[in-house]
């Protein structure tokens, strides 16, 4: 190994050499000492040199300057006519490496986890991408692993290609630590198979590093240390100061980036999507560098009715908006670095950089993503990214502006080796060359070369295309038809080229001769690369862009208004019941008063609602939900994931909550799904339609709950090759009871270390943290609770046991089809039982099902809810109430609150929401008729006092998103068939689940 110091000790450079035969004949030298001079120089973005010189001695660059001579001794590089730019770093390359071997002590138990891998493990990036880098102007590159969940560390490396005996050569190593969300694949895909189950793992990996690095660091200061800790290479890669790289495929993964890395105080960076800008503001206001893909979508199909009848107003608006992504993020205050990454063909580079340019990307900007920014994310400011003295000298000599359709990368310098990537013909005649040549009757004035084989030849207001024009190495013939310029015959013209001047010989067709010369006066390419032209507008549909991204999005939250609503029929769901012509005062988002007309107290500016004829309900609740989850609602690849939260992934951009507020519904309990005996923890929201933060969806001091399920989902009744413990109803108890013996034994762990004196835990190392069982401890300890997906009467029975033996009280059973036969035990062991209102005999285990279930356990004294378990479902939970007046009988009155208030008591959130009382949220619906009528449809639903759905709203934004795709539609269609294509290119976000994700009965989608 040979390590040469460029800039000590700001960077070694490690080249590694293998063995190599001994020379025969004689030694290669590369005097290492250049000149580039008469180039127009960018040294950096916003600057500009014009005949400048470049001098470059052992690879560094010792001096630039305007007009300069070069040194005695160095090697002259006449670079006339071209423009010299920063060699381009690529930020972000993944590379093949290989896996950690398999069984080695070290490695994680989970094989997505190899934070101790690096870029540089394997062969590093193949020969050919490296070439491709080079020809777009790229001289350096972050690799990165590629694969897993935690894939390693990234490096820098040249892109030269490496002499003989050489391997290429490396900037940095461990430039930071890269995290992927990908890594759930499914069921059959092992641990995580969800988005959420990936946030879990790499919570739970970071939690087991720090514990690690605490127990290293008590091991080492205290006396007498009896064991070195066993090796375990997978963590301790975490513990190293290297930031966080985490790799993104859609906007809201970007704020789930965030929220780890500030859970874990760890610095961080981003690799992004292209969908950014979708919601700008809060990713804005991460303070977090992207390195940015310029991946964008093709235009969608639309030639015939059923393909515009398939595609979304979303992609149509994400086709137009997504070349605009850059520049709304360098708008923003985001820094970003520009990657080939996530393009299907690197060629397509610099063309879509030129369309983000068309789109408002200044080319400074363009230049500054692609050298200084990179540079200063691994921390290579002073070395790489711009062309100044005590820089590594990586340069790009282009023929025209970099960023033209027409420039021409002609050569890249990487540490002063240069690479010839598009060698120019040895004449360069482009531009405009001034002459005198009276020969034939006519004076020739001027020779214009739009290229080395095109010439006209003008003589005053005339010209002639040259022809028979023949380039040798420096010397040129053509014909002058001078007939066409007014003289007589044809002229035949020699000349010899030294450098900007050329001097030749016309003969004329009675055989006279005339010397002439010419001046090059203009080169194309120089005139393209000096000029700075305007930044363009943003050509799109603005610089403000709606939330939710699509049809029905808004430039803002709906405002908290006070509201007198008079004459309306209000079902309280609350002590006063229903009140006849009675009056509802909303102030700050919250119910003041409701109550008769009469003695209202009427705030002064208080905007008045006449709701004569028309009634008002508590906004619906619906207590089992599966909208708005991203990437599966099931982590089905364990028996046992209490550790995940769906709270992780709220998609608070999914149509289903919008469509749900236009049928009264407020809130929702959202659950995993019934894939485990026990799954994951929920998330109770409110509709909050057009919030930037998922987290605001959340309904702040709910208490915590968590899925548990039984019957024939979790012991894989229907799968004969699953071979996942437990198989049998018996199985699932055993495994439940034991889950949580072990979380009691985990319980006593920490109290026994609660109860130590300060001194004492200084000593002692605190239990090892497991999410998994902290999230059952939270159940015993009574902070957590149990919303269990049932069928049988005895399943139900054993968790009513379970409960007993263990001391917590169950929130809900779920689906409880076989409640009303043990709706005594139910009463006892849970707070209530939310059930489908009239689904039954779909399967073998809900065969014994009626729909008098609700009311028959309604009558015993259980808080009833009926729960929609379907995206589609919930947009009518009101008739979903009137079935239990149609099957039981059950009071109006009682039968609203099975979708409003007994909703908020399982939730235990009922002193907020669930009725009208003064002092409560002001959720509600205004209907057009009673709430439990086949008939009547939601007219405004409002949350925390603010108007989130209006029917006349709903209309005008119907029309104005039926108007916005026709337009993108006929744009679309008036592309050319180049700039079409197939439409197969075109990408949808990956934040919502797939059609089919909430199915309950299937082994992919288990709910």
Known sequence: MRAFSILAPLL???????????????????????????????????????????????????SLVPGGSAPAGARIWDCSGLSIYPGLIDAHVPVEAPAPEANINGNHWNAKVMPQRSALDGAGIPAADAKKLRELGFTSAVLVPRGGIFSGKGAVVLLDEPR????????????????????????????????????????????????RAARKAQLMNSSGMEMPMPAQDSLDSLLLPTPLLFNTSDELEILRAAKIAKEFSRSAMLVGNGFEFRRIQPIAALGMPIILPVSFPSPPAVDTILQREAVSLSSLMAWEQSPSNPQRLIDSGVAIALTTDKLSDRGKFFANVRKAIEHGLSEDEALKALTETPASLVNLSGLVGKI?????????????????????????????????????????????????????????????????????????????????????????????????????????????????????????PDGSLVNWQGMHSANASEASATSSSPKP??????????????????????????????????????????????????????????????????????????????????????????TGISKGINEGSQAVTSEVRIADVINPDDIGWYRQLAGGLTAANQ???????????????????????????????????????????VKRSRSPTS???????????????????????????????????????????????????????EI???????????????????????????????????????????AESIKTAAIGASTFSDWWAYKMEANDAIPENGAIMFEVGIPVTFNSDSAELARRMNTEAAKAVKYGGVPETEALKFVTLNAAIQLGVADRIGSLEPGKDADF??????????????????????????????????????????????????LDSKERGDGRGNRESTANNRPGDCGCETEWSIR
């Open 537 to 626: 507008e943003i050509r799109t549909l603005g610089k403000e862009l709606a939330l939710p991204f699509g049809a029905y999005g808004r430039m803002a939250l709906p405002a908290q208004e006070t509201l007198v609503i008079r004459g309306a029929t209000i079902w309280t769901s609350g002590p006063d019941g229903k009140i006849e012509d009675g009056t509802l005062i909303i102030q700050d988002g919250k119910v003041s008063y409701v109550g008769n007309a009469q003695g209202a107290p009427v705030p002064i500016g208080a905007r008045s609602i006449d709701a004569s004829g028309k009634h008002i309900s508590p906004g619906l609740i619906d207590a089992h939900s599966h």
């Open 388 to 508: 100044a003295p005590g820089y590594m000298a990586n340069l790009i000599l282009v023929e025209g502006n970099l960023f033209d359709k027409s420039a021409t990368i002609r050569e890249s310098w990487i540490q002063g080796r240069r690479h010839v990537i598009n060698a120019a013909d040895h004449l360069d005649l482009i531009g405009s060359w001034e002459t005198e040549m009276d020969l034939a009757g006519i004076s020739i004035d001027n020779l214009e070369f739009s290229s080395n084989k095109s010439l006209k030849v003008h003589s005053g207001e005339k010209n002639v295309a040259a022809k028979k024009l023949k380039l040798g190495r420096n010397r040129l013939d053509f014909l002058i038809d001078a007939e066409k310029l007014g003289g007589k015959g044809v002229v035949t013209v020699n000349a010899v080229v030294e450098g900007k001047r050329m001097f030749g010989t016309g003969i004329a």
């Open 780 to 822: 015993l300890e009574g902070e957590r609770l149990v919303h269990s997906h049932s069928y049988r009467q005895d399943e139900i029975l054993m968790l009513c046991r379970v409960a007993e033996e263990f001391g917590f009280k169950i929130g809900t059973f779920q689906h409880v089809l076989e409640g009303f036969k043990v």
């Open 723 to 777: 071979t996942r413990y437990p198989k049998s109803r018996m199985g699932v108890e055993a495994l439940i009871r034991d889950r949580f013996q072990a979380a009691k034994d985990y319980q006593r762990a920490w109290e026994k270390y609660d109860r130590l004196s300060a001194g004492d835990q200084r000593a002692a190392l605190p239990p090892q943290r497991d999410l998994e069982l902290d999230a059952l401890v």
């Open 925 to 974: 619906a205004i209907w057009n008729g009673s709430p439990l009528s086949t008939f009547s449809r939601c007219l405004e639903t409002y949350v925390d006092g603010r108007r989130y759905f209006s029917s006349e709203e709903d209309q005008e934004m119907r029309q104005l998103a039926k108007r916005e795709r026709e337009r993108l539609i006929q744009t679309v269609l008036g």
């Open 12 to 62: 070694t450079i490690t080249v590694l050499a293998a063995q190599r035969p001994p020379d025969n004949g004689p030694r290669q030298i590369d005097p290492g000492w250049h000149a580039l001079v008469g180039a127009t120089v960018i040294p950096e973005a916003g600057r500009r040199i014009t005949d400048a010189t470049v001098v470059i001695k052992d690879g560094q660059i010792v």
């Open 671 to 713: 659950l995993h799904g019934s894939a485990n005996p026990i799954g994951g923890q929920n998330s109770v929201v409110k509709l909050r339609w057009g919030v930037s933060n998922p987290d605001d969806m959340r309904i702040a001091g709910a208490p915590e709950g968590i899925k548990f399920a039984l019957g024939e989902n």
């Open 164 to 211: 003989t005996g050489e391997q290429r050569r490396v900037l940095a190593k461990d430039v930071f630590q890269e995290i992927n969300f990908n890594g759930g694949r499914g069921f059959g895909g092992g641990y995580p198979s969800s988005q959420m189950g990936v946030i879990a793992l790499i919570r739970q990996t970071f939690s087991d590093a720090n514990w």
